[in-house]
């Protein structure tokens, strides 16, 4: 085996983990995770405006 067929049988294999990727980043069944994982920002300003209602100014 030369190293041209090396190349080229890694060139496959690395193609073939990006369309993996890529298929699980975009199938359907990871789309709440990623949406709740996209809010989590959110969610210290929701923990601090039930905070100032409540008068509770613990940090």
């Keep these: 085996m030369d190293i041209g ?3 080229s049988i ?3 294999v690395i193609f073939v983990s990006f369309i993996g990727i890529v298929v699980w980043a975009y ?3 990871q789309k709440k995770s990623f949406d709740e ?3 989590l920002i959110f969610a210290d300003e929701e923990q601090d ?3 100032h209602k409540t008068g ?3 940090e």
């Design 27 to 29: 199938s359907k069944r």
């Design 10 to 12: 890694w060139t496959v």
């Design 49 to 51: 405006k039930s905070n």
């Design 5 to 7: 067929t090396f190349h």
């Design 37 to 39: 994982a996209a809010n």
């Design 56 to 58: 509770d100014n613990r």
